[in-house]
């Protein structure tokens, strides 16, 4: 784009020079943000995925087999929905919870950890209120547009985000919280929604064994549906491998011969080797596809 001076002398900008000139930052900062938010394939499962109805989607998330790229709006959604946690703790203390954002025992996040290593994730914090305040509850921080948000005032947490509710269930068994917060915004116009949710123990056991059958798994799981026209498949970023056999990405993940083992690691069957860390995201000349 040639942005210049309508009049240099007099540093004038024409209108059409000054829609250019917003056009263009508004690139720069879509590029920006491409740069900044955009991170790398996640090195294990993660327990706010583990909900998925598909498991194939899954596997296909842990193998490596296809990085989704997002543009800059979509990406600062994404980040926009991390930094409103603070906003969350911020409100919640206010009115007199006590909110712990790392473990006190550790000094880090609210972590857990299964299938060696190789499944886990963080919870958003953890809180007690004022009015029962010898009992900790897990805390859930979410952002939704305004049509997820209706969905969920009339439904509830269970039956409109069964996957949020599946994650919570996760945490809640691993440190043996039985209730749980879960906070709610509205994008469009900051109105909240509450829920203090029950957590079932026997569904973070379900979904732990379903990502231990997932993680140690050298095939693909069974899909959801053998039709690409199904719905969820619509969107799905793995849809073109799944249906269409499309090529996935070379990486020692996406490869026969990688087996997930304990503390995290990966070992090579070909070359009967744990696999270096800096290693994995190369692949090697054995390559063979595990799709």
Known sequence: MNLKYEDEANKTLSSQTRKDLAAQLKADIDDWCIKEFTGEHRGHLGASLIGEECSRKIWYGFRWVKFQVFNGRMLRLFQRGHEEEARFIRWLRAIGCTVWE???????????????????????????????????????????????????????????????????????KHYNFR???????????????????????????????????????????????????????????????????????????????????????????KYSQIIPTEFISKGCSEYVSIN
């Open 102 to 172: 790392v473990d006190p025992n550790t000094g880090k996040q609210f972590r857990i950890w299964g299938v060696n290593g190789h499944y886990g994730g963080s919870s958003d914090s953890v809180g007690i209120t004022k009015y029962f305040p010898d009992l900790p509850m897990l805390l859930e921080f979410k952002t939704h547009n305004t049509k997820s948000f209706v969905n969920l005032v009339n439904k509830g947490v269970i039956l409109s985000k069964p996957q949020h509710y599946s994650q919570m269930c996760s945490y809640g």
């Open 179 to 269: 209730y749980a917060i879960y906070v709610a915004v509205n994008k469009n116009d900051d109105d909240l929604h509450i829920e203090v949710i029950e957590l079932n123990p026997n569904i973070g056991h379900e979904l732990l064994n379903k990502a231990q059958d997932i993680i140690e798994s050298q095939i693909p799981p069974q899909r959801i549906s053998n039709q690409p026209s199904y719905y969820e498949c619509g969107w799905c970023n793995f849809k073109d491998i799944c249906h269409y056999n499309e090529p996935v990405e070379k990486n020692c993940r996406s490869c026969k011969y990688a087996k997930p083992i304990q503390e995290a690691q990966w070992k090579c069957e």
